[in-house]
């Protein structure tokens, strides 16, 4: 049973035009956070939720932004993509925010700039 | 600040034969360390962590880790490589802060399993 789901599972948009990537969980997890990860490379946190508590990295561009209408549900919008911003995305839930918490990842939504 | 150093970019061994993914640590104070593995276009899966228990740790799919705080290590190990455990993995330390945790990710270690 998917537990994180990310939609769409591809995503293709055009160099500037807005694009939204979705997550939703069955977990009632508190915490939901969006990671970037491009080809190759580790897995990059952009920003996370603690319940409605928005909490951003401090590299994260402002071209990326982030909605959670409840808790449920998390958004990544990107305003004007970029061909930089071709990447994997995964969100992730965890319970809490302790160091020791286990994070559950979706499939996660590749994303390709034309 | 933590940091996580994966030694090997790729391991490849032939199928039944032992699995050693390397990994060291930085940290001023007691770590989480994590081990996840990501199949092919695929989520990240939990396969272990150490929270200052046991230091060796069993996971998932036969896999075990070991802590050794005097080497700064937590090196992954299986006894008997499956073609299913090709994949790419992640030495991960948490990072605990006022604002909640973070994971500092390696730079992982693609193991390949060959027939």
């Known amino acids: 049973d998917a537990m994180v789901i990310q939609n769409p599972r591809y995503q293709v948009t055009q160099f500037g035009k807005p694009v939204t990537l979705s997550c939703s969980q069955t977990l009632n997890h508190n915490v939901m956070y969006w990671y970037q990860q491009k080809s190759s490379q580790a897995p990059k946190l952009l920003f996370h939720?603690?319940?409605?508590?928005?909490?951003n990295e401090a590299d994260t561009p402002d071209n990326f932004q982030s909605r959670r209408p409840n808790t449920s549900f998390c958004f990544l919008d990107i305003r004007s993509p970029g061909l930089g911003d071709a990447a994997m995305y995964l969100c992730a839930t965890s319970r809490g925010r302790a160091a020791n918490e286990k994070l559950f990842f979706g499939s996660g939504t590749q994303l390709s700039v034309l | 600040a933590q940091s996580v150093t994966q030694l090997d970019s790729h391991v490849s061994v032939s199928e039944g034969t032992p699995v050693l993914l390397r990994c060291n640590y930085s940290?001023?104070?007691?770590?989480?360390l994590f081990w996840y593995v990501q199949h092919p276009n695929k989520g990240l899966q939990l396969l272990l962590k150490y929270t200052s228990a046991a230091t060796l740790v069993k996971g998932i799919n036969g896999f075990e880790a070991e802590f050794k705080k005097s080497e700064t290590s937590f090196h992954l190990t299986k006894p008997s490589a499956h073609m299913s455990d090709a994949a790419e993995y992640f030495c991960v330390v948490s990072e605990s802060y006022n604002q909640g945790g973070k994971l500092i990710f390696g730079q992982g270690t693609e193991l390949s399993v060959k027939p």
């Open positions: 939720y603690y319940d409605k508590d928005f909490n």
């Open positions: 940290s001023s104070y007691s770590p989480s």
